[in-house]
């Protein structure tokens, strides 16, 4: 079954960190650039950050620079985004997405219209 599925999302107090997990199965992530975006209740999806098959160009959100750091590991079909100095604005449902070789960035802000696979999301809730 070809399918993208997230993990790693929970309850975590301001200050804190995550990492959440994408990985892949059925299909090989060799040839994608993996993308997180996320959804907050009431508000529009966000591209939050992208990383290209080759894993030599990154992009970040002007709103988790310095703090979110993304990753793959190929041979493992997984991708990784290590959240640190969370907020409570990261609050969000964090899901993980594919296009082939590169991300779509335009107007500095990550475009999912390229995206052809997504998966299911994991929620991520910032609080004391």
């Known amino acids: 079954q070809v399918q993208l599925v997230e993990s790693g999302g929970g309850l975590v107090q301001p200050g804190g960190s995550l990492r959440l997990s994408c990985a892949a199965s059925?299909?090989?992530?060799?040839?994608?650039?993996i993308a997180w975006f996320r959804q907050a209740p009431g508000e529009e999806r966000e591209g939050v950050s992208c990383?290209?098959?080759?894993?030599?160009?990154?992009y970040y959100a002007d709103s988790v620079k310095g703090r979110f750091t993304i990753s793959r590991d190929n041979a493992k079909n997984t991708v990784y985004l290590q959240m640190d100095s969370l907020k409570p604005e990261d609050t969000a449902v964090y899901y993980c997405?594919?296009?082939?070789?590169?991300?779509?960035?335009?107007?500095?802000?990550?475009?999912?219209?390229?995206?052809?696979?997504w998966g299911n999301g994991t929620l991520v809730t910032v609080s004391s």
């Open positions: 059925g299909f090989t992530l060799d040839y994608y650039a």
């Open positions: 990383i290209s098959s080759r894993n030599d160009s990154t």
């Open positions: 997405a594919t296009e082939l070789f590169f991300c779509t960035v335009r107007d500095n802000n990550l475009r999912d219209y390229g995206m052809s696979r």
